[in-house]
């Protein structure tokens, strides 16, 4: 009786230990983007905000893995957006997404995201980032947050604005002493922006100890190094998107 009361109990904890394990690879946890409640170039009177495709090509990747993605911008409700192309069939897949089109619309604040429900935060690009990433706090310690979790921190182009003051609980810069890349002197100067926007992105991160890494005007770069993932311009987009993805499922 107690040799079949055994057998009975070992078969029950083992069923039990697959149920859970299989609960926790089918409850994926959320990714966060963070895009640019800022709409203006400078005093140039030129209009930006997010970039289209830096927002839809991540998405398509990260969304057909079966993430979640919430968005969050520095003051909520509905980002400016910039880059708006629906010739491109993923920037038109997800503007026509009703659940997705509602969700950036109604971005959150930072105030009301809880960094435990995400497995990674995304900084997307355009222009508007360069005004309002750097410097918000709260998005900061969201971020060091889901970072000291055990989470990744990405962005593109000039979403990793959004790095270069983000320290972490040991009081250094998340960057410092590792591979990061980003939008490019040489592409700020090929706009004719290098004397509006309030800082040169490369120039700033290196200051904060990153070992800046990229490739020629407009080519995709993306680097990964200690959970924290970059790529250089707009056409790095979705091969940040996969390099989440690849990361996320290690």
């Known amino acids: 009786m107690k040799k079949l009361m055994f057998v009975f109990m070992s078969l ?8 859970q394990n299989k609960k926790s690879i089918t409850m994926k946890k959320k990714i966060l983007f963070v895009v640019t409640s800022h709409d203006k170039k400078g005093n140039t009177g030129e209009d930006t905000g997010y970039y289209l495709g ?23 409700g509905t980002p400016p957006v910039d880059g708006f192309d629906l010739n491109d069939p993923v920037n038109k897949e997800f503007w026509e997404n009703k659940e997705y089109k509602t969700k950036i619309d109604n971005s959150l604040q930072p105030s009301q995201v809880n960094p435990s429900d995400y497995s990674a935060i995304f900084y997307a690009g355009g222009h508007g980032a360069m005004w309002d990433f750097a410097d918000n706090t709260e998005l900061a310690g969201i971020a060091s947050k889901i970072y000291e979790n055990g989470g990744i921190v990405a962005g593109v182009c000039h979403g990793p604005a959004g790095l270069v003051n983000i320290k972490l ?9 590792k591979k990061i890349n980003a939008f490019t002197n040489e ?17 700033k ?13 407009w080519q995709n770069h993306v680097v990964t190094d200690q959970r924290v993932i970059t790529g250089q311009n ?3 987009a979705k091969s940040v998107g996969e390099a989440i993805a690849k990361e996320l499922n290690q």
């Not at 029950?12 to 149920?19: A, D, E, V």
């Open 12 to 19: 029950l904890t083992i069923g039990l230990f697959q149920s």
């Open 54 to 76: 830096e927002v839809s090509h991540p998405w398509e990747v990260l969304h057909k893995a079966g993430y979640e993605i919430d968005f969050v911008s520095p003051k909520g």
């Open 169 to 177: 609980s040991n009081g250094k810069y998340l960057v410092d002493g």
């Open 187 to 203: 592409e700020e100067a090929e706009v004719k922006l290098t004397n509006v926007v309030p800082f040169l992105l490369e120039d």
């Open 205 to 217: 991160l290196k200051e904060r100890g990153a070992q800046f890494e990229k490739s020629g005007l």
């Open 234 to 236: 707009p056409q790095s």
